[in-house]
């Protein structure tokens, strides 16, 4: 599953291990409820033990992962509450770096934001939802880099981070998928004409129907 890598020699090994371990978590590579043994990670990382159990703690601080009596250390399942509050908290950050953005965003990453958009909804049309759900995230991320506020940009990508597999989901209703791009359009154009109040709303809204999308989703994985 996980790889040794020679990256990154700049950086602690356990920090190495931590985002190995947290991209498999994220991308629902490693799965609610699976164990995470100290032995096993450190014979596939090529690593001593000691840096995985510090990667493990730093997951436990994020909650991605929890200590069960007479299991071990699991992967932690994300509940209602959960995306709840990561949405409620997505939607206080993003509403601010996205008002920031139309104050500070130039015409190089208007064009490059319209690209994306145009992009999405060109592989929408052709049915290759993979790189569609690619472009939405470049979308985000062009116009959440020109707020130019490096902390908010940090927490923002870590709450995405927290739901990706579940936004993956959300981005695959079909009736979800064309209003994302036509609420994207929105966005863009309130930005191009520094509207920052219907800015606000448009990204609280775009957010509140993720959420809608992403509880009726969960609320089906517990009633099976």
């Known amino acids: 599953m996980f790889q040794a890598t020679a990256l990154e020699a700049a950086r602690p090994m356990r ?3 931590y985002l190995q371990i947290r991209e498999a978590i994220t991308t629902g590579v490693l799965k609610e409820g699976e164990r995470l043994i100290e032995s096993e990670l450190a014979a596939q990382l090529k690593a001593s033990r000691t840096p995985v159990r510090e990667a493990i703690r ?14 071990g250390v699991v992967v932690k399942g994300v509940s209602i509450d959960d995306i709840i509050e990561i949405y409620r908290i997505r939607q206080a950050l993003e509403v601010m770096a996205f008002k920031a953005a139309a104050e500070n965003i130039g015409p190089a990453q208007l064009s490059q934001a319209r690209r994306y958009l145009d992009d999405s909804n060109r592989h929408l049309r052709e049915k290759n939802f993979e790189v569609y759900y690619a472009d939405n995230e470049a979308f985000t991320n062009v116009i959440v880099k020109a707020c130019r506020m490096p902390r908010t940009i940090q927490l923002i990508s870590s709450y995405r981070d927290h739901l990706r597999s579940f936004r993956k989901v959300t981005l695959s209703d079909p009736a979800r998928q064309q209003e994302v791009i036509c609420q994207h359009s929105d966005i863009l154009s309130a930005i191009e004409a520094k509207d ?14 993720a959420l809608a999308v992403c509880k009726r989703y969960r609320e089906g994985m517990v009633t099976k």
């Open 15 to 17: 920090e190495v291990i």
């Open 58 to 71: 730093m997951l436990e601080s994020e909650r991605l992962v929890e200590s069960v009596p007479r299991r």
């Open 196 to 209: 920052t109040e219907r800015v606000s709303t448009l990204v609280f809204e775009h957010l509140e129907g």
